[in-house]
């Protein structure tokens, strides 16, 4: 069962030793079906928009004491874009300035393999979601760090499949 109401407030949010937030994230991510119904080899991600503009994003949030960071990674992909998943291998850290807070923060992001897409959740009415390219969906995000976590999730992923190739010859 699915929360349909987001976390509010900071009562539990994590901060590391030097006072900077701790943030999460995750690139929700899938295969685009073939006009037969089969899964073909490009890959769509789901970018999200800012509750206060249309600027586009990754969906991401506080880090709470009261759970792992694959946890809130996969809260705050129900919570902002509505869909639910595999958390795969984190992708990485990053230290960065939040233009909007002027203070810097930690942020964690992960690939979230895309499961099911909820008809409602929390934060429906506030953001818009769109499935896309990668490539577009790289060049619409608005955060680098974001941009270089796409870029690491799709080298993780040609090395997998050439893994993969190589080990069936």
Request: glycine fraction near 8%; include cysteine; charge should be negative.
């Amino acid at each position: 069962m699915v929360c349909l109401v987001s976390r509010t407030g900071r009562d539990l949010q994590r901060y590391d030793n030097l006072g900077r937030r701790q943030v999460v994230g995750c690139i929700p991510y899938r295969y685009r079906c073939n006009s037969d119904g089969t899964l073909s080899n490009d890959l769509e991600a789901l970018v999200i928009s800012s509750q206060k503009c249309q600027k586009m994003m990754f969906p991401k949030g506080g880090w709470e004491l009261d759970e792992s960071r694959e946890e809130a990674a996969l809260r705050e992909s129900i919570e902002e874009a509505g869909v639910i998943g595999k958390v795969e291998c984190e992708l990485g850290k990053w230290d960065f300035l939040s233009k909007r807070h002027g203070t810097f923060y930690e942020g964690y992001m992960f690939p979230l393999l895309v499961e099911e897409e909820l008809a409602f959740w929390p934060e429906q009415h506030l953001r818009k979601r769109t499935w896309m390219g990668v490539k577009e969906a790289r060049d619409v995000c608005q955060h680098w760090w974001m941009k270089e976590a796409l870029d690491i999730l799709l080298e993780r992923l040609q090395q997998n499949k050439e893994q993969n190739t190589t080990s069936c010859l």
